[in-house]
T-cell receptor, first 115, second 110 residues
Framework: AQKVTQAQTEISVVEKEDVTLDCVYETRDTTYYLFWYKQPPSGELVFLIRRNSFDEQNEISGRYSWNFQKSTSSFNFTITASQVVDSAVYFCALTVYSSASKIIFGSGTRLSIRP | GVTQSPTHLIKTRGQQVTLRCSSQSGHNTVSWYQQALGQGPQFIFQYYREEENGRGNFPPRFSGLQFPNDSSELNVNALELDDSALYLC???????????FGSGTRLTVV
């Protein structure tokens, strides 16, 4: 069975602070894909990143960076110099190659950036 | 992008509801998710080229259709109070590339 755990339910930081959102996943499949989505108050899920299980390179996109470590089954997301517009619920998600129709989401982390 | 209608809906327990989704042009796969308040989305089912291609742990009263014109429907019969949630539609060309989600339909069952 597959599972995604986001242990941080809510995080609140002051603007310009760095913040890391944790994600731990479980799967026995060797081929899988990990995602991060952002859900602003409007409700839609905004795709941020996809990583496949064979690519452990960390990725940086502007103020966003992702740290994928297969050894600890973690796929953490860091926002550098946070801004108020980053306030949203963030979901880590997993899909496995053998069942690519289904995305398994974590329970989400609500991030609040205070001015 | 992906558009969903209506944005909000209130139904009475026992009624039936149809939610609609227009996929991103060219996407041949559409999935539906249920997101209860404060939780992550839960997979309901997926359609690929108008055939159901995977289903989550939802009862048969949740059904769907996908049409050739990039539109799809989620039908829920015999509504229960616990069906109150945000229903999200997502489309994709290749599942591994990620899905494009709509803004959802918020269903309230009273």
């Amino acid at each position: 069975a597959q599972k995604v755990t986001q242990a941080q339910t809510e995080i609140s930081v002051v603007e310009k602070e760095d913040v890391t959102l944790d994600c731990v996943y479980e799967t026995r499949d060797t081929t899988y894909y990990l995602f991060w989505y952002k859900q602003p108050p409007s409700g839609e899920l905004v795709f941020l990143i996809r990583r496949n299980s064979f690519d452990e390179q960390n990725e940086i996109s502007g103020r966003y960076s992702w740290n994928f470590q297969k050894s600890t089954s973690s796929f953490n997301f860091t926002i550098t110099a946070s801004q108020v517009v980053d306030s949203a619920v963030y979901f880590c998600a997993l899909t496995v190659y053998s069942s690519a129709s289904k995305i398994i989401f974590g329970s989400g982390t609500r991030l609040s950036i205070r001015p | 992008g992906v558009t969903q209608s209506p944005t909000h809906l209130i139904k009475t327990r026992g009624q039936q509801v149809t939610l609609r989704c227009s996929s991103q042009s060219g996407h041949n796969t559409v999935s539906w998710y249920q997101q209860a308040l404060g939780q992550g989305p839960q997979f309901i089912f997926q359609y690929y080229r108008e055939e159901e291609n995977g289903r989550g742990n939802f009862p048969p009263r949740f059904s769907g259709l996908q049409f050739p014109n990039d539109s799809s429907e989620l039908n829920v019969n015999a509504l229960e109070l616990d069906d109150s949630a945000l229903y999200l539609c997502a489309s994709s060309m290749i599942a591994e590339d990620g899905y494009t989600f709509g803004s959802g339909t918020r269903l309230t069952v009273v």
